[in-house]
């Protein structure tokens, strides 16, 4: 923290809160269930008819004013070709998520990141999003330092 009146300095590294939910998501699926894994943003119709698992910003984005931490909602959309499908992704999301703490993420470039907190914060809810493709909806809130624990 920098002393009153003085600029911080932007950080080196940034820490991606919805990457480190997809591997999160990615490293504890059963394929049976989630074939086409977690995509970040959205899904194409074949990953979507596999079932598959679209994680979005959702806001409510938070700093912590006397820690490196930041708080993010998810989104985390599950998809697949039939409403029971779906249902097993949504039920799956909801007890992966039931309550995480205290995790070290690796990223994609290899950096370690401490995640201090990952829980489902609204239950999965279950509807058709289209004549193809079915939808389970979840919200997934994140606490994760925004200093690395580690860098390659």
Same mark, same amino acid.
């Given at each position: 923290?920098?002393?009153?009146?003085?600029?911080?300095?932007?950080?080196?590294?940034?820490?991606?809160?919805?990457?480190?939910?997809?591997l999160?998501i990615?490293?504890?699926?059963?394929?049976?269930?989630?074939?086409?894994?977690?995509?970040?943003?959205?899904? $194409? $119709?074949?990953?979507?008819?596999?079932?598959?698992?679209?994680?979005?910003?959702?806001?409510?984005?938070?700093?912590?004013?006397?820690?490196?931490?930041?708080?993010k909602?998810?989104?985390?959309?599950?998809?697949?070709?039939?409403?029971?499908?779906?249902?097993?992704?949504?039920?799956?999301?909801?007890?992966?998520?039931?309550?995480?703490? %205290?995790?070290?993420?690796?990223d994609?470039?290899?950096?370690? %990141?401490?995640?201090?907190?990952?829980?489902?914060?609204?239950?999965?809810?279950?509807?058709?999003?289209?004549?193809?493709?079915?939808?389970?909806?979840?919200?997934?809130?994140?606490?994760?330092?925004r200093?690395?624990?580690?860098?390659?």
């Amino acid at each position: 923290m920098s002393a009153p009146g003085t600029v911080n300095q932007p950080r080196e590294h940034i820490v991606s809160p919805v990457e480190l939910v997809k591997l999160f998501i990615d490293e504890h699926a059963d394929t049976e269930i989630l074939p086409g894994k977690a995509v970040v943003s959205g899904a $194409d $119709d074949p990953q979507q008819q596999r079932g598959t698992v679209a994680l979005m910003d959702a806001g409510q984005h938070k700093l912590e004013n006397a820690a490196p931490v930041i708080h993010k909602r998810i989104q985390c959309r599950g998809m697949a070709k039939n409403l029971d499908h779906a249902d097993r992704i949504g039920n799956f999301l909801a007890e992966l998520f039931e309550y995480q703490r %205290w995790l070290e993420i690796e990223d994609t470039s290899g950096i370690v %990141w401490l995640v201090h907190e990952m829980r489902c914060t609204v239950l999965p809810s279950h509807h058709i999003d289209s004549k193809e493709t079915f939808e389970s909806l979840a919200f997934i809130v994140i606490s994760v330092g925004r200093d690395p624990v580690s860098v390659p």
